[in-house]
């Protein structure tokens, strides 16, 4: 669960969940959250964080069913990476019960 006290990294991902897909706006991320999150799990959470340039430049933006839908495609193994580029807290945005 994400505290609304903001957080300073992401957990590990799990073995079903290879790569950390941060998307470029927030009506993706609420889109994802609401509409398949949701349904999935129970529960959805929007996020918003800074990365250092340095870190995410390495990565081209991919576009995911649409021009709308961008994302970041981070490999799990380099999200200790990811986490240390981030600048400052990992903002809790919104939740859907």
């Known amino acids: 669960m994400i505290e609304a006290s903001g957080m ?3 957990p590990p991902r799990l073995p ?3 790569i950390f897909y941060p998307v470029l706006s927030e009506d993706y991320a609420v889109k994802i959250a609401r509409d398949w999150n949701v349904p ?3 529960h959805g ?6 990365i250092a340039r340095s ?11 649409g021009r709308d839908h961008l994302e970041y495609w ?3 193994e380099q999200l200790a990476e990811l986490n240390a ?3 400052g807290l ?6 859907f019960p």
């Not at 959470?45 to 800074?50: K, L, N, P």
């Not at 990992?90 to 939740?95: A, D, F, G, H, K």
């Open 85 to 87: 580029a981030i600048v």
């Open 45 to 50: 959470y929007v996020v918003r964080f800074a």
């Open 40 to 42: 999935a799990s129970g």
């Open 90 to 95: 990992i903002e809790l945005v919104r939740t």
């Open 16 to 18: 079903e969940q290879p």
């Open 55 to 65: 870190f995410i430049s390495r990565y081209q933006i991919q576009e995911a069913g």
């Open 74 to 76: 981070i490999p799990g």
């Open 8 to 10: 300073r990294a992401f």
